[in-house]
């Protein structure tokens, strides 16, 4: 099944575990209860081993005549309720004007392309750059918005702490969503053990796929789903 929900990932790993059938509803059971504390467990175990799930998000924010420099973050002039990991991309809009958006470019890119003459300003902006900086990110945005300042509305990675909302669906890099459920699917089993132990295939593939994630968290940030 496509796993769509925080839910989903509880649903398919008791099946993977064996514990229940594919499709048996357990929403009413203690299975469904129990499966969402130990997947919020497993995010924070996670997370102490270096290996943080991130979630992307969209947010709008309001940009400002003439000005063409913000920070995003905690704090930022595009203020988040969390840290932003990576910004990926853009569209800005002002009443019906609205722009086509797009990928955010490195600001070495950026650098390369915003070339406006003297005193040029936008509605909305053509291109949009940031960097990776920490605690708060730098994004640039061409050419300056003029008197008629929009919003801008960015997608960009944040850490995923705890899940609160299990019935919520979510927006993870590629590779977690595989990874997670069968981490979960070993969990479970240790606490719910059947007749002729774990599959071998079911061990042998969550640290497969485990060790994939590792591997590109070490390679760079998180790319989209």
């Known amino acids: 099944m496509p796993l769509l929900t925080w839910n989903d990932i509880v649903q398919k790993a008791f099946e ?10 357990i929403s009413s059971t203690s299975y469904w209860t129990n499966g969402q504390d130990l997947l919020n467990g497993l995010l924070s175990s996670l997370s102490t081993e270096g290996l943080t799930a991130y979630q992307q ?26 840290r932003a990991q990576r910004v990926t991309s853009w569209r800005a809009k002002y009443g019906n004007i609205l722009s086509t958006g797009g990928r955010v470019l490195s600001m ?14 936008a509605t909305v902006p053509a291109i949009v750059g940031a960097d990776t900086s920490w605690p708060l990110i730098n994004v640039r945005i061409s050419p300056p918005p003029n008197s008629l300042a929009g919003t801008i509305e960015l997608g960009y990675f944040t850490p995923i702490d705890q899940v609160s909302n299990f ?8 590779g977690w969503p595989h990874m997670l459920h069968l981490q979960l699917a ?4 240790g606490r719910y053990p059947r007749e002729g132990g ?7 593939n969550a640290q497969n796929a485990k060790a994939a994630l590792v591997a590109q968290n070490q390679n760079g940030a998180p790319s989209a789903q």
């Open 167 to 174: 019935a919520a669906a979510f927006s993870l890099p590629d």
């Open 16 to 25: 993977d575990a064996m514990v229940i059938q594919p499709g048996e509803d």
């Open 198 to 204: 774990m599959p071998p295939e079911l061990a042998a």
């Open 108 to 121: 070495e890119e950026f650098g390369a392309q915003a070339r406006q003459p003297l005193g040029e300003s």
């Open 57 to 82: 998000v969209r947010q709008t924010f309001n940009l400002q005549a003439g000005i063409d420099a913000y920070t995003l973050g905690v704090g930022g002039s595009f203020s988040t309720a969390k």
């Open 186 to 189: 070993v969990i479970i089993y």
